[in-house]
Nanobody, 129 residues
Framework: QVHFVESGGGWVQPGDSLRLSCVTS????????IAWFRQAPGAEREGVSC????????RYADSVKGRFTISRDSAKNTVYLQMNNLKPEDTAVYYC??????????????????????WGQGTQVTVSS
């Protein structure tokens, strides 16, 4: 059974850093797109970053490019999202999920979360002074 669990969120001040973790229990596919999403209060869910099994290609939303880094430790079955220079507009609940089609990451369509499954419960990130 596949089960994703996010952790690492918290309350931080602008300019601080956080590293989110997503433990991908039971996920053994060799072909995938694993992505981080976020949803702020009253806003639509949006894709933040994606990692493809195809050559490890990564994608980032323009709003986080240069500040966030996605990575995966296969030995630990964990996907990370390193978030630096956090801004108040980064405040949201962050989720991870997977799509068996790597192209959804490469093409950028991951942003809309179509085809993604195994959603975790999310982890709250609050950036405020």
């Amino acid at each position: 059974q596949v089960h994703f669990v996010e952790s690492g969120g918290g309350w931080v001040q602008p300019g601080d850093s956080l590293r989110l973790s997503c433990v991908t229990s039971g996920f053994t596919s060799d072909h995938y797109a694993i992505a981080w999403f976020r949803q702020a209060p009253g806003a639509e869910r949006e894709g933040v970053s994606c990692l493809s099994s195809e050559r490890g290609i990564t994608r980032y939303a323009d709003s986080v490019k240069g500040r966030f880094t996605i990575s995966r430790d296969s030995a630990k079955n964990t996907v990370y999202l390193q978030m630096n220079n956090l801004k108040p507009e980064d405040t949201a609940v962050y989720y991870c999920a997977a799509d068996p089609k790597p192209l959804s990451c490469i093409s950028g369509t991951y942003y809309y979360a179509v085809g993604f499954d195994h959603w975790g419960q999310g982890t709250q990130v609050t950036v405020s002074s």
